[in-house]
């Protein structure tokens, strides 16, 4: 056994997923997908909308079965949702009917950990993600991207070794997805690399792909076509989107995005004209 | 000795209801709600001028007949009124709508989120709750009255049999309006079976169930009156179908503005009670801001 090969933390055999449309249609969501992912990866999922990301990840949650193949998590096979793997939703799920703070704690409070610690750990992670002013705060009163931050806040003070986030940062601001962006990988790296936990991160987003992952796997109507480690060090800045490895990988996701030449000069007419 | 401790028991006990009725009052006293009623006393004051007393009593009349009436109504004792006042009839009418609707409340609610659940027992009792809930309510009185006699019960009965109807028909709707992604993330957070109907179902359901519990009390009210016209001995009714013998139209309309004034009352304490229960949902709490 080699000491620098983390223990796999989460593999998939050939899952597969289908749904019967109320039309009577079958409609293959996830098609065939294999992959063993290593304890504190940090993997971006990408692909076109309605590739199945969102039916991956529920899968991996427990909360959908797959029609057929096993996934195991932490060298168990997945029946069921439980803490162990954290999930923020692509829709809002924050419980309106709980202020700020109570939602943040929530599923410590689930789990019966005693009041004055969870909420110490709940208020932590508020700070971190930048929201500590407004923890007695209803839901109602906050914006879409202040919602964002309080499920995140909730899914890592729970703890759970492995997260998955479906598209977090789709609905902010240029300047709030970045320092949401940090915000994450603070988190995910706050006490080095021994500790991280796992996170699959579902985005649209190219760039952003880039810049968080060790790893991007882009899927295409259901099949995982591509697997790609991203080896550039850390911590990232805009300048690393330029080194030639990045634009590499960039100029391949582009490819399996259908966007050949928008890598180029065109794209920025383009652009220009539009 | 066991006089003074039953009066310490007994006094932090009156607090409550004479709070809320304060609170209550001051609801029902805004000013749009008081110049509707100078307006309704005026056209009323206006008619009563024109009509005979008989007919319409003018508002002085009924209001001083209310005053004069509420503590001692000897003439109705002469047509076998139990207590001739207005007051033990109006506590009696209340202490049936109070168990009624409490009855009521908790069998409709309970089953509706059952049913909301559990699709098994919502092809069981939703049949037969719409098929109830489409049958005026009085139809089910003579039965009662087979039943149960034309005693307290009687009326009870019907009184539960409405409340429940109407709040398993909320209590099912506000539970299968909640949102699944609510119970999803709850479930990865590890929230088991109980927590997700403790801290989920029944918060997310309350503002529902409580409009509903608002519209059942409303209807409770008359519903319970009416019944007692049919043969109770005590009660509003029982008041109103006395003096409606007796063509007593000034006693009728005073017994009818306290059943309206508690009826107010009543709705403006359910009112301020959806407000502080759901303080988190904006749609209700700001309905009255
Ligand atoms: N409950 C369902 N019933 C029927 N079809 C479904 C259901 N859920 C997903 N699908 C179908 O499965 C496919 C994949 O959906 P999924 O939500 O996983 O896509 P996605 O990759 O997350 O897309 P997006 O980026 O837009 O969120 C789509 O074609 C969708 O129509
Ligand atoms: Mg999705």
Redesign the pocket.
Known sequence: MSTNVAPRMIELVHVERS???ADGTD?K?VNDVSFVIPEGEFVCLV?P????????LQMLAGLLEPSDGDIVVGNKPVTGPGPDRGVVF?KDSVFPWMRVIDNVEYGLKCRGVPAAERREIAWTYLKHVGLSHVERAWPRELSGGMLKRVAIATVFANGGRVLML??PFGALDYVTRHQLQDVLLNLWNADGAGTRRTVIF?T?DVDEALSLADRIMV?RSGNKVDDIAVKVSRPRTTDSLLLPEMVEIKRKLLHHLGLDHAAGLDAVADEAVA | MTTVTATVKAAPRRVRPLRLFAYGLAAALDPLRLAGLVVFALIWEGLSSVLSTIILPPPQNVVARLWTDFLDAPSLSYYGVANPNLYANLLYTAENVVIAVAIGAAIGIVAGLVSARFSLVRAIINPVMMTAGTVPILIAAPFLLIWFGVGRLSAVCLVIFYVTVILYLFAQRAASNVSPIYEEFARTLGASQRQIVVDLLIPATVPEILGGLRIALAGAWGLEAVSELLGSQEGMGKVLEVLAGATDSEGIMASLLLLGLVAIIVDAIAGWAVKRLASWNAGLSSERN
Do not use: I, M, N, P
Request: charge should be positive; hydrophobic fraction near 30%.
């Open positions: 749904f019967r449309r409609v969501a692909g909308s309605g590739c199945g990301k969102s039916t991956l692509q479906d598209e579902v649209h899927f």
